[in-house]
């Protein structure tokens, strides 16, 4: 299965990315695809503010249940593993992923560290799963 982290700190950020940013994630299985889906906390107060942007780039269908807090996806093989919290300082090429999403729970610990450092963008970084 292949790994790959979408993070949409661009959409936040289009000109100059800061070297220090945070925010939420939501960690899920999309197809034969497994993804970390970051966003800065000013654009994703709930992680399913971060699903529902993730399916809509994707042309996929959904819709909030409970306010925003939860987003369910309609018609597509996404399955939802967990949510947590990010800070990522490129200044010390340091990545640590903590928390749990209220609603999605624990996202997967295991092995995630070492997917993490395979793919080009945080090779160089210190990554740190809790």
Request: aromatic share 12%; proline share 2%.
């Amino acid at each position: 299965m292949n790994f790959r982290v979408v993070d949409f700190s661009s959409v936040l950020y289009p000109g100059v990315m800061p070297a220090e940013r945070q925010g939420k994630f939501v960690h899920l299985v999309d197809g034969e695809e497994e993804l970390l889906v970051l966003s800065p906390y000013e654009l994703s107060t709930y992680h399913a503010q971060i699903l529902e942007r993730y399916c809509k780039l994707r042309g996929l269908e959904g819709r909030f249940i409970r306010k925003q807090e939860l987003y369910e996806v309609i018609g597509a093989d996404i399955e939802i593993i967990g949510g947590g919290h990010w800070k990522l300082d490129e200044t010390q090429f340091h990545l640590l992923l903590f928390g749990e999403s209220t609603m999605y729970g624990k996202f997967r610990v295991e092995g995630l560290r070492e997917k993490m450092r395979i793919l080009s963008e945080y090779e160089k970084h210190k990554v740190t799963v809790k």
